[in-house]
């Protein structure tokens, strides 16, 4: 555990240096990465995370919202391992392992209609998904782990992501994944807490603001819209979630513009596929591998054809 007198990153070398043959070696540090939330669609970035390890680039810091802090902190707790380890956890998470009984979901109109009771303002039981984040990590508190890392969450009553740096882990991922409607909120120290990517869903200001000097982006949400109409309460507000999402991407995108060196992974998403939808998590993983792998290989050859020039 680090001392209150230990920063709680270190800057150590201006330059990363987190794996031989690292593409990225000659970026400054610390090279954080940013994952995004996107429900289901937080497969894809098992894939990237495999294929960015085995290319040697590791993070000296992780920033995380949603599932993308669920993902971040196994990735935090040990790198070299994490692709297996999440691997592990995500061939576990299906409806019912996450949001409980599936007739709860059918209900949901009827539960709405009638009140919410039993779980406060939720349609679902917040213990599935404790249970989940509890067997995905080992570690007590966010400071333990041995990368450094951020959780976002957003604060309910100001609206406001907030930067979960120290304390108890596992409320500190709840918190940063209670979506809301389906997960009750998190109260953390009085401060009640929803998803995280409500107010910063891939979270590169967050970043900048716990120090990041380079970052790379795990961005799991589609970079399309599905390009229909929905028909079901479940499908106008996926779409809804996705609209939010790709707003907030494209303000991302206007923050970042010539501040520090970004590599922004492509997304591999199929537009269609349901943030709710768990059926095609390999399929997810393997297409987050791939294009990862194949983005970082074009880098690495016009990052050594500049050199030749």
Request: hydrophobic content about 45%; some cysteine.
């Given at each position: 555990?680090?001392?209150?007198?230990?920063?709680?990153?270190?800057?150590?070398?201006?330059?990363?240096?987190?794996?031989?043959?690292?593409?990225?070696?000659?970026?400054?540090?610390?090279?954080?990465?940013?994952?995004?939330?996107?429900?289901?669609?937080?497969?894809?970035?098992?894939?990237?995370?495999?294929?960015?390890v085995?290319?040697?680039?590791?993070?000296?810091?992780?920033?995380?919202?949603?599932?993308?802090?669920?993902?971040?902190?196994?990735?935090?707790?040990?790198?070299?391992n994490?692709?297996?380890?999440?691997?592990?956890?995500?061939?576990?998470?299906?409806?019912?392992?996450?949001?409980?009984?599936?007739?709860?979901?059918?209900?949901?109109?009827?539960?709405?209609?009638?009140?919410?009771?039993?779980?406060?303002?939720?349609?679902?039981?917040?213990?599935?998904?404790?249970?989940?984040?509890?067997?995905?990590?080992?570690?007590?508190?966010?400071?333990?782990?041995?990368?450094?890392?951020v959780?976002?969450?957003?604060?309910?009553?100001?609206?406001?992501?907030?930067?979960?740096?120290?304390?108890?882990?596992?409320?500190?991922l709840l918190?940063?994944?209670?979506?809301?409607?389906?997960?009750?909120?998190?109260?953390?120290?009085?401060?009640?807490?929803?998803?995280?990517?409500?107010?910063?869903?891939?979270?590169?200001r967050?970043?900048l603001a716990?120090?990041?000097?380079s970052?790379?982006?795990?961005d799991?949400?589609?970079?399309?819209?599905?390009?229909?109409?929905?028909?079901?309460?479940?499908?106008?507000?996926?779409?809804a979630?996705?609209?939010?999402?790709?707003?907030?991407?494209?303000?991302?995108?206007?923050?970042?513009?010539?501040?520090?060196?970004?590599?922004?992974l492509?997304?591999?998403t199929?537009?269609?596929?349901?943030?709710?939808?768990?059926s095609?998590?390999?399929?997810?993983?393997?297409?987050g591998?791939?294009s990862?792998?194949?983005?970082?290989?074009?880098?690495?050859?016009?990052?050594?054809?500049?050199?030749?020039?």
């Amino acid at each position: 555990m680090r001392s209150a007198a230990t920063p709680w990153y270190t800057l150590g070398s201006e330059m990363s240096d987190s794996g031989a043959g690292n593409p990225l070696a000659h970026w400054p540090r610390p090279l954080t990465f940013v994952l995004s939330g996107g429900g289901s669609y937080g497969a894809v970035q098992v894939g990237m995370i495999r294929a960015l390890v085995e290319a040697g680039v590791k993070p000296d810091l992780v920033v995380g919202s949603s599932i993308g802090a669920l993902n971040g902190a196994v990735l935090a707790a040990d790198s070299d391992n994490s692709a297996d380890r999440l691997m592990t956890v995500w061939e576990q998470i299906d409806r019912r392992t996450l949001y409980g009984a599936d007739s709860r979901l059918r209900a949901a109109w009827e539960v709405a209609r009638e009140g919410l009771t039993g779980q406060g303002a939720a349609l679902c039981s917040p213990k599935p998904l404790a249970r989940l984040i509890e067997a995905a990590v080992d570690v007590d508190r966010i400071e333990e782990l041995p990368t450094p890392m951020v959780v976002v969450a957003t604060d309910l009553l100001v609206g406001q992501p907030k930067l979960l740096r120290q304390g108890p882990l596992a409320p500190a991922l709840l918190a940063s994944s209670a979506a809301p409607v389906v997960f009750p909120p998190v109260q953390i120290e009085g401060v009640i807490y929803v998803d995280g990517s409500v107010s910063a869903n891939v979270p590169v200001r967050q970043a900048l603001a716990a120090g990041a000097r380079s970052m790379i982006v795990l961005d799991a949400g589609p970079a399309h819209m599905p390009g229909f109409i929905p028909r079901t309460p479940w499908e106008a507000l996926h779409q809804a979630s996705r609209i939010m999402m790709n707003s907030q991407h494209a303000v991302a995108d206007e923050d970042l513009s010539n501040r520090h060196p970004i590599m922004r992974l492509p997304r591999p998403t199929p537009p269609a596929l349901s943030s709710f939808d768990f059926s095609q998590t390999r399929e997810l993983v393997e297409m987050g591998f791939n294009s990862t792998k194949q983005f970082l290989g074009d880098y690495e050859e016009l990052s050594d054809a500049g050199r030749r020039l």
